[in-house]
């Protein structure tokens, strides 16, 4: 079965960082575009950075560039996200998204994680 | 990038159809057909329910329906059940500095 599942979440004070990974099974990592997705306490879900296949396409939320960096090792298939300067506003479930079509990009998020949690609080 | 405009809940009795908006922008959901919608049981992973508009992928119940008019889709939940009950998001392909946006997001309540 197809499965993403992500780690690295916790307790971090305000300017901090965090190095969040998710590791894929059961399906050709390699080929498929990838996302990260937040959710903080109470609020929406939020598209926070995309990575494509072969890592040369990558795409950041205005409230997280500069701050953040997306990568992935298809060797190991895994997906980071380095998460630094963190605010309190970061805090949130943390979740890794397969993209739907690895030959069309931004069709949906077809397999998701079950998240981890970022909470930055001194 | 501003979220997408949902109503913030919406509820029926089982075996009713409720239907969810989504309004976004000429810069998104009227000109992209790449909206997708996302059922989230609180704790769960979320699960893709529609895609390109309209398009259900494989395993989803054909109770649930896409459409979209101008600049608002709408996911129609239909012979609503109990497990129906979550939180749904809509999202949008709104061009390559912000890829995705997200609706504010929909609780639907079984009443």
């Known amino acids: 079965e197809v499965h993403l599942v992500e780690s690295g979440g916790g307790l971090v004070k305000p300017g901090g960082s965090l190095r969040l990974s998710c590791a894929a099974s059961e399906f050709t990592f390699s080929t498929y575009p990838m996302n990260w997705v937040r959710q903080a306490p109470g609020k929406g879900l939020e598209w926070v950075s995309s990575i494509s ?19 992935r090792d298809n060797a190991k298939n895994s997906l980071y ?35 981890t949690t970022v909470t930055v609080s001194s | 990038q501003s979220a997408l405009t949902q109503p913030a809940s919406v509820s029926g009795s089982p ?15 009227g000109t992209y057909s790449l909206v997708s919608w996302y059922q989230h049981h609180p704790g769960k992973a979320p699960k ?8 259900r992928p494989s395993g989803v119940s054909n109770r649930f329906s896409g459409s979209k008019s101008g600049n608002t889709a709408s996911l129609t939940i239909s012979g609503l059940q109990a497990e129906d009950e979550a939180d749904y998001f809509c999202c949008s392909y709104a061009g390559t500095d912000t890829p ?5 997001g929909t609780k639907v309540t079984v009443i």
């Open chain 1, 53 to 71: 296949g072969s890592s040369r396409f990558i795409y950041y939320a205005d409230a997280v560039k500069g701050r953040f960096t997306i990568s």
């Open chain 2, 48 to 55: 893709l329910m529609i895609c390109e508009d309209t398009r």
């Open chain 2, 15 to 29: 075996g009713q159809s409720i239907t969810i908006s989504c309004t976004g922008t000429s810069s998104d959901v």
């Open chain 2, 100 to 104: 995705y946006v997200f609706g504010t």
């Open chain 1, 81 to 115: 996200l380095e998460m630094n300067s963190l605010r309190a506003e970061d805090t949130g479930i943390y979740y890794c998204a397969r993209d739907l079509d690895p030959q069309n990009y931004f069709y949906g998020m077809d397999v998701w994680g079950q998240g």
